[in-house]
């Protein structure tokens, strides 16, 4: 904790360009007493960030969560307007970090078919549609809310730059499938540059010389590359 705590000092004083996080136990950080359910949300209160959001970048996928470490029972309830609408901008401001200036993002829906109109579900009508709606207007390219067992098969075709993910799960699974390996969690709306490597502490291996590091070893690639 203290060692995140100096990084982040530094950062800000500007002395040091960014971070990059290495796992931690999210179970180890409870047990110190404190409260986090994870770095992005430690960092996000280190800088005063109000907006921000965990993206996941590799050469074949990219997504960004709406919800982080939320409970899975609690994850409709935090699927608003106003949710969806800060995640897409954050999408957007994430893609022109990697260099991509005018985006094309799919919204994944939060039920099975995307709700089919509200037949399975009405987040997608009251909520992701509403917000769309108005990103739609501020000339952001989006487009959805599309099933989440099609929308990944499209962006792997390379039909989208981002995918806007409604949950963690719902991201994290075809992500990590494609890019487990290679994959780097970048948190974006920081008033700093953060990566990480997109897997946890692997204590299950730890000091056996198993650990594969390429995962790292692209997220200091990829800070270095931010600006």
């Not at 002395?15 to 409260?35: Q, R």
């Not at 939320?70 to 401001?93: C, E, F, G, Q």
């Not at 075709?157 to 390996?181: R, S, T, W």
């Not at 291996?205 to 200091?220: K, L, T, Y």
């Amino acid at each position: 904790m203290k060692y995140i705590q100096k990084a982040v000092e530094l950062t800000l004083e500007l002395e040091v360009d960014g971070i990059v996080t290495a796992p931690i136990s999210k179970k180890s950080l409870h047990m110190a007493g404190y409260a986090w359910p994870g770095h992005t949300e430690l960092l996000a209160e280190l800088t005063g960030a109000r907006e921000y959001a965990m993206m996941f970048v590799s050469r074949k996928i990219r997504v960004i969560l709406c919800t982080i470490h939320t409970p899975l029972k609690d994850v409709p309830k935090k699927i608003t307007k106003h949710t969806v609408l800060k995640t897409i901008r954050l999408a957007k401001k994430g893609a022109a970090l990697l260099g991509i200036k005018d985006p094309e993002i799919a919204v994944a829906g939060l039920n099975p078919h995307a709700g089919e109109s509200g037949v399975m579900g009405k987040e997608e009508v009251s909520s992701i549609i509403p917000a769309m709606k108005v990103v739609q207007r501020e000339g952001i390219k989006v487009s959805g809310p599309y099933p989440p067992d099609v929308v990944f098969h499209k962006a792997v075709n390379n039909e989208f730059d981002m995918v806007v993910c409604m949950y963690h799960d719902q991201g994290l699974i075809p992500f990590k499938m494609l890019a487990f390996e290679s994959g780097v969690n970048m948190t974006v709306g920081l008033p700093i540059i953060r990566t990480s490597p997109d897997h946890g502490t692997a204590f299950d291996i730890a000091w056996q010389n198993r650990a594969d590091p390429s995962s790292m070893i692209e997220a200091i690639k990829l800070a270095a590359k931010l600006e």
